[in-house]
């Protein structure tokens, strides 16, 4: 929420000439970008009453980067303090995934957090094999809230690959450490298109040679690449 300059004037017009901040004062400098991280949070942890603390906080922390875990150490409440992690651990994700993942583990939506960074690297690894990918799963598979995280990657990767129109294998597993949990993922990204995708669409994509969605033996699968044919009185010829 970005206040307008009109309710920010509002705000300042609030302040006293006393050392204290008032709430006002508090809530101006939640809302001021050219404030420090540190003093927004401070000034709204200083808030006696709680709603309008966590009012405070939830402006602070969509208005300013948090840039250190000792900045939501400044936090008293759980769910902020919670909130305050997320956001850092997805600032931390790209330069230092392993410090992204332990970041989470502080945060009172840890399970939440993980997921965001799983889904979030898998998004903007479309265009690399599993082998390219496999070293910073491994990462994210080391975090202690999301021991299922490597099949959580693979089946939004290969989901995504799929909208993308782009060739998803399972043999591409076959080569990794980690086989299994590629291989699960796989076989949930697969259960979950076919059955989001109507046979109809199937027939489409399959008739117009698009490497999404294949027939084998009458059901729909993921290519595998290896051809089949749509003689078997599931789709037109």
Known sequence: MILSSLTLGALLACQSPGSEQTDGERFAMAADAGSSAPEALKGCQGMAELESRGDCLSLALSTHKVSSRAECELIESERWSGECYFLLAESQREEDLTQAT?????????????????????????????????????????????????????????????????????????????????????????????????????????????????LSDGRAVLNTGVPASVGNGVCPK
Not at 139 to 164: K, N
Request: overall charge negative; some cysteine; charged content about 30%.
């Open 102 to 214: 332990s970041t989470c583990s502080l945060s009172s939506y840890a399970r939440e957090c993980m997921e965001h960074l799983i889904r979030s690297e898998a998004s903007i690894a479309l265009e690399k094999s599993p082998m390219e990918l496999q070293e910073r799963v491994a990462i994210l598979e080391g975090s202690p809230v999301a021991t299922d995280a490597g099949v959580i990657f693979w089946q939004e990767w290969a989901t995504l690959r799929v909208a993308a129109d782009l060739m998803v294998t399972r043999s591409d597993c076959s080569p990794l450490d980690d086989k299994e949990s590629c291989i699960v993922g796989m076989k949930r990204a697969r259960k979950k298109l076919v059955r989001d995708a109507g046979l109809e669409n199937r027939c489409e994509a399959f008739a117009e040679g698009r490497a999404l969605l294949v």
